[in-house]
């Protein structure tokens, strides 16, 4: 495997970003695809950058602070999963992949990479500028802090802290576990999930969701004593959060 490469962000201040255009990276080593793609962005009035290849792909968000990166997943040198795990090892900025494969386990891998959605090849432009804008909306935040035993939401900085200590999480898992920690104890549907996350009337597979609980289990490492917030499985229904009692349970 190609060795990473390593990425810093320079972080824009808030007066700098509503001064900007929403910035798009497409990644795609198509040129008349990312072109098509392109055209459609500028007149639906965003800022563009393009990359062909991996580690362009890399050095562009590091340097271009987009808002969002549309991956292309078969590329030259690093391919679209190898580009998103580094991304997200970076930051939250949200990751549509574009893929040319229909297989689910493949759309799964992307979502484990940390994409935060997908569009199948061949797509309409159209569509995938009305995906981004909706997947812009959702990753706006907003001024407040949710708390749940030991986890901490805070909206405004798109931050989850257990304990205090910071946890990197993609867009989407941000908006799974904002939605889980908004109401303790409840039970959400995998399908209520999939609406927090991608939209109502996205067509998201309930192991979409699984993938997603999966990767949030893993990054919060929960410890199971009293005080700890816990993810746990409803059988039948989906999934809810919990907070341990004395009996760690």
Do not use: W
């Given at each position: ?6 990425m ?19 990644v ?17 009035g ?5 990359a062909?290849?991996?580690l362009?792909?890399?050095d ?14 078969m ?18 900025t ?12 493949d ?11 997908y ?6 432009p159209?569509?995938l ?10 990753a706006?935040p ?37 939605a ?9 549907t ?20 699984d ?39």
């Open positions: 495997m190609a060795p990473r490469a390593t810093r962000y320079v972080v824009a201040t808030a007066r700098e970003r509503l001064l900007m255009k929403p910035r798009i990276l497409i795609e080593d198509d040129p008349r695809t990312s072109a098509s793609v392109a055209l459609y962005l500028r007149h639906a965003y800022d563009v950058a393009e062909r290849d991996g362009s792909a890399l562009a968000a590091a340097s271009q602070r987009p808002d969002l990166v549309v991956l292309d997943l590329l030259p040198g690093l391919d679209g999963f190898e580009v998103c795990r580094t991304l997200r090892e970076a930051g939250p949200p990751v549509i992949m574009l893929t040319a494969r229909a297989m689910e386990d759309k799964l891998r992307g979502l484990e990479s940390g994409a935060d959605d569009v199948t090849k061949p797509f309409s159209r569509e500028v009305a995906r981004i804008g909706a997947v812009l909306r959702r706006k907003a001024a407040a802090v949710i708390r749940c035993g030991d986890i901490e939401v805070d909206l405004a900085l798109r931050q989850v802290r257990r304990a205090g200590v910071p946890v990197s999480l993609t867009a989407t898992e941000l908006r799974l576990i904002e889980l920690a908004s109401a303790p104890g409840r039970a959400f995998r399908s209520e999930l999939a609406d927090r996350a991608f939209g109502h009337g996205h067509e998201a597979l309930e192991r979409t969701i993938v997603h609980v999966m990767n949030l289990r893993r990054k919060l490492k929960p410890e199971r004593s009293r005080g700890s917030a816990v993810i746990l499985t409803v059988f039948g229904t989906g999934y809810r959060l919990a907070v341990m009692d004395s009996d760690g349970r």
